[in-house]
């Protein structure tokens, strides 16, 4: 089990800026549009609404076809090399970092696109945020992920029953490069 952590202080924002122009006889008015989220969690020993305990992170590699399986509960190891033991998510950031056509982060051999949560895992998936079993998304190169639930549960993490969350490249040659983040509580 994960050392339980002293302080922990988790600010995720999710902000849009766009400006809408379209050519006039005389002008060409702007109207912007401006909207943002931000999600405190704060450290607590026994996380309740908008509280977490632990974070968890990590830049992965997967072969081509290949299944990522993520162990919420039991083989995540945190920045102290302890297990992470997560009985709640309250928060998961994905990043697919595979990109060919950009040098931040380096890495030339892929442009795979990936799946989340969508491999049937004989009844130990994380289910989260997904409806059910077997249910999942398709992150394109490039793309990215955000999803958050403040409230005093989370999404339930089951030990060996409902702790796997299952990443998949969906390409056969390239290899899938991405960052992931888990907030939550153990």
Avoid: C
Wanted: no cysteine; charged share 15%; hydrophobic share 45%.
């Amino acid at each position: 089990m994960a050392t339980d952590l002293s302080d922990l202080v988790v600010r995720i924002q999710l902000q849009l800026n766009a400006n809408v122009k379209k050519a006039a006889d005389l002008a060409a008015p702007a109207i912007p549009l401006v909207i943002g989220k931000t999600q405190d969690f704060a450290f607590a020993a026994t996380p309740g609404a908008n509280e977490a305990n632990q974070i968890w992170w990590d830049r992965r590699t997967v072969a081509g076809n290949g299944a990522d399986p993520l162990d919420l509960n039991g083989t995540l190891k945190n920045i102290y090399n302890e297990s992470l033991d997560l009985t709640a998510v309250k928060a998961i950031i994905v990043l697919n970092q595979s990109d060919l056509t950009t040098t931040t982060p380096a890495h030339t051999a892929t442009d795979a696109h990936m799946a989340i949560g969508d491999i049937a895992a004989g009844g130990t998936e994380f289910q989260g945020p997904m409806n059910d079993p077997g249910d999942g998304l398709i992150l394109h190169v490039g793309g990215m992920f955000a999803i958050t639930n403040p409230t005093a549960t989370g999404w339930v993490v089951g030990a060996a029953a409902s702790d796997i969350l299952y990443i998949k490249n969906l390409d056969a040659a390239d290899e899938l490069l991405y960052d992931v983040i888990f907030v939550g509580e153990q």
